[in-house]
């Protein structure tokens, strides 16, 4: 069971435009959701995360919405820019549990054209 | 240079023959832990460790072992590898666990053959 998931395997944008990564859960207790990205050969590094208490947090070009009562939440990439092409994962925690697990969706493509 | 080390970064070898791969980070990191990556299913948490000698399943432990032994390292075994471990792997620390952003190594190709 795919507690975290990401249904778009791939997405595919304009230089300039608007990305608009999506990610939904199951799990009501999860009050932590963080975002990565990975470039092949690398491994994935941190870009941005948001507790619960809050619905949205911004860092940059970069904007995530939290939408507690859908179990889903967003990534904003205004304006995307061809170095953003990379894979993103949507990532969330029970804090409450008071364990290391942590839950990883399946992954988005991004491209950003030129 | 603040990092996680994990060696080595290709493996190719066959079914039973017990390996290691080892991970070491630098930032004085309570947490480690390590992912399997797979197409279509994303990362997947093997173990975890909150700090040293206390490590607790992820969710695909199964022919998996880890040791904590000291803070830095946090090496993966492989008693018996068989040919559905073939994956991309990778280890990851943080500052605290499950609220604090994880730091990952650059990954371990396997194969078992």
């Known amino acids: 069971d795919q507690q975290v998931k990401q249904n778009s395997p791939s997405l595919s944008v304009q230089e300039g435009r608007i990305s608009i990564l999506n990610c939904d859960y199951t799990n009501s207790m999860f009050d932590y959701f963080l975002w990565y990205k990975k470039y092949p050969a690398e491994g994935p590094t941190f870009l941005i995360s948001i507790s619960s208490i809050k619905d949205k947090n911004e860092d940059g070009r970069f904007t995530v919405f939290l939408n507690k009562s859908a179990k889903h939440l967003s990534l904003h990439i205004v304006p995307s820019q061809p170095g953003d092409s990379a894979v993103y994962f949507c990532?969330?925690?029970?804090?409450?549990?008071?364990?290391?697990?942590?839950?990883f969706g399946q992954g988005t493509t991004l491209q950003v054209k030129p | 240079e603040a990092q996680v080390t994990q060696n080595p970064r290709y493996l190719i070898t066959v079914t039973g023959k017990k390996l290691t791969v080892t991970c070491s980070q630098n930032?004085?990191?309570?947490?480690m832990s390590w992912y399997r990556q797979d197409p279509g299913l994303g990362l997947r948490q093997i173990y975890y460790?909150?700090?040293?000698?206390?490590?607790d399943k992820g969710d695909v432990p199964e022919g998996y072992k880890v040791s904590r032994k000291e803070k830095r390292n946090f090496p993966l075994i492989l008693e018996s590898p068989s040919p559905n471990q073939t994956s991309l792997y990778f280890c990851?620390?943080?500052?605290?666990?499950?609220?604090?952003?994880?730091?990952f190594g650059n990954g371990t190709r396997l194969t078992v053959t």
């Open positions: 930032m004085n990191h309570e947490y």
């Open positions: 990532a969330a925690s029970d804090g409450s549990s008071n364990t290391g697990k942590l839950i």
């Open positions: 460790s909150m700090n040293v000698e206390v490590t």
């Open positions: 990851a620390s943080s500052l605290s666990g499950w609220n604090s952003p994880l730091h």
